[in-house]
């Protein structure tokens, strides 16, 4: 069998995203038959032991799944955590194949998070070269000027000296005390909308993703899950420029 880069089958055994893949092979985390891997090496899935920490890695899985979940407020987004804090994962009751979330959503913020099993999908939603947009529902506490909003939307410098790329800002409500915007974004840097929020003295009171992708949350509840649907399986694919693959999808 021709041999495959080690971070690619790493991340098709469904245990991580392909960039994840990458760091462990870089801090040395990943061996093939016994010795230490390098960024670039390749191997033989059906001949070669590959293992991480120790732990051999298996197949890909036959059937790929792919997840939507309704995350709530105090949930991380982990496979584990030492500090016995409630993980988003936990919720997926009655999924018996190994996924991992696609990308991020911080503790305090709510809504759209998608779980899988194809580390490749994974990778492919969540590079930063693909720019896949997300969008959020945002409530501010008071009021939001306009120089604050072209500010927002034409790219704000954040408190590491990054500058975030040009977005979408639109104002859904205002009122004396809130205002609610819907910001859409095609990157996906750590705490994003809090921290160009914070950089412009804006307080955010909820933060809710409602969109990746232009797959949309819908009226999910809190804290349930379901499979993606075809449609929205064609729906991702489009936005990272990737064709049909089969897996597990609820309704067409």
């Not at 059906?46 to 995350?71: F, H, Q, T």
């Amino acid at each position: 069998m021709e041999k495959i880069r080690v971070q690619k089958l790493i991340a098709e055994s469904g245990l991580c995203s392909r960039r994840k893949a990458e760091e462990l092979i870089s801090n040395g985390s990943v061996t093939v038959n016994g010795h230490i891997c390098s960024l670039g090496d390749k191997a033989d899935p059906a001949a070669d032991v590959i293992s991480v920490n120790g732990r051999r890695i298996g197949e890909a899985p036959r059937e790929k799944r792919y997840i939507m979940l309704n995350k709530p407020r105090g949930y991380i987004t982990t496979m584990s955590d030492e500090q016995g804090r409630k993980i988003a994962l936990e919720l997926l009751r009655g999924v018996e194949e190994r996924v991992v979330p696609v990308g991020r959503l911080d503790r305090n913020s709510e809504g759209l998070l998608l779980f899988t099993n194809d580390g490749e999908f994974a990778n492919e939603i969540t590079h930063p070269s693909r720019h896949v947009s997300k969008t959020y529902r945002v409530t501010i506490d008071g009021k939001v000027s306009e120089v604050q909003l072209m500010k927002l939307s034409a790219g704000v410098k954040l408190d590491d000296g990054k500058v975030t790329l040009p977005c979408s800002v639109e104002v859904v409500s205002e009122g004396a005390d809130r205002t609610v915007l819907r910001m859409t974004i095609k990157q996906g840097l750590n705490r994003q909308i809090r921290r160009m929020c914070a950089a412009l003295d804006l307080q955010v009171g909820r933060l809710r993703r409602v969109a990746i992708g232009g797959v949309k949350l819908g009226m999910l509840k809190t804290g349930e899950w379901r499979d993606l649907t075809k449609d929205e399986l064609r729906i991702l694919r489009a936005a990272v420029g990737k064709g049909e693959r089969s897996g597990r999808s609820g309704k067409k």
